[in-house]
């Protein structure tokens, strides 16, 4: 089936994913209007773009926000901290706001709700078998988006990424903020599990892509999917991002213990816990599935590295990451 166009589109958050999305939109004539708490962002904004201030637990809100748009990409979220309480309430007030328009839904997701899958690929059609709280709120999540969808509340599709890398993704657990600090000033970096076993991850700018990939096609609605990625190994990665800095990077592991007491004092380290077993076991993630329906269109990763260098080494250096 023929991908079709649009000329409007509305993100709700942002955040890293919801400002790339934001960039590759512009670049395609699409105008775009981003809303958040505040109706600010700190980036200066392509032309056609806007941005508003919107209360999304609102179902009013939501619906005036989404009534003149083709689609809407939601990328917004509580803080990850705040996921069980807070998350479902604002899923829910986004479904009931959006079923009084034409929009269509596009969900930015990850992998939690799988579960520990014991080194076997990740499949789409696994069982939601998370035991933990934040792979559950994921998996209740899903599962109302999807019973919208069945229900023919609103259209839905959901796009599904593994950890993520790249510009503006400051708070990833592996590599945001604290890791690139430490690498930039030659100190060790944190690792968690075996660095060496195979693990998937996800640049944000190939999954912006692929979420607009799904946005544009009739048949991609009613299911999620999972994005292409590529899987190497934390290793390999370490390796690919001290050749673009033009310095080794050294690390250190950090067990369950260390991460109790760095816990203290990072939250999202202390909130890792649950999801330590993505490192200690293979965590692949089988990508056919989009493969063979829509392509797959994928930076190298030594291009990938060297364009998240590039960007944290400047966000770094700003006077605004220093006073802060």
């Excluded at 209360?55 to 705040?82: G, I, K, M």
Aim: net charge negative.
């Amino acid at each position: 089936m023929a991908p079709f166009s649009y000329s409007n589109a509305v993100i709700f958050g942002a955040g890293q994913v919801g400002m790339t999305l934001m960039e590759q939109l512009a670049v395609e004539g699409v105008q775009v209007t981003l809303v958040n708490r505040s109706g600010k962002v700190k980036e200066a904004l392509p032309a056609g773009v806007t941005v508003v201030a919107g209360d999304l637990t609102d179902p009013a809100t939501v619906a005036r926000l989404a009534r003149s748009a083709d689609v809407v990409f939601e990328t917004a979220q509580p803080e990850y901290t705040e996921w069980p309480e807070r998350w479902p309430p604002l899923v829910r007030s986004i479904i009931d706001g959006m079923a009084q328009t034409n929009a269509r839904l596009v969900f930015v997701d990850n992998l939690y709700m799988y579960g520990p899958t014991h080194g076997r690929p990740i499949r789409e059609d696994m069982p939601y078998a998370a035991d933990g709280p934040k792979g559950k709120t994921r998996a209740a999540i899903a599962t109302m988006l999807l019973d919208a969808h069945a229900a023919g509340k609103v259209k839905v599709v959901i796009g599904r990424a593994s950890d993520f890398f790249g510009p503006r993704a400051t708070d990833t657990a592996i590599f945001g903020d604290r890791f690139f600090e430490a690498v930039f000033a030659g100190k060790p970096v944190d690792t968690f599990g075996d660095v060496n076993l195979p693990h998937t991850y996800t640049y944000v700018p190939d999954f912006a892509r692929a979420l607009i990939t799904l946005s544009r096609h009739e048949e991609a609605y009613g299911r999620a999917w999972h994005v292409p990625n590529t899987t190497v190994s934390t290793a390999e990665m370490m390796r690919l991002f001290g050749e673009a800095a033009g310095t080794p990077v050294k690390s250190r592991k950090v067990n369950r213990l260390m991460l109790s007491m760095v816990g203290l004092f990072v939250p999202i380290v202390r909130e890792m816990k649950e999801m330590l077993y993505e490192f200690e076991e293979a965590y692949v993630v089988d990508d056919s599935d989009f493969r063979a329906s829509f392509g797959a269109e994928l930076t190298p990763l030594p291009e990938a590295a060297a364009a998240t260098v590039a960007w944290f080494r400047q966000h770094l250096a700003t006077p605004m990451k220093q006073a802060a």
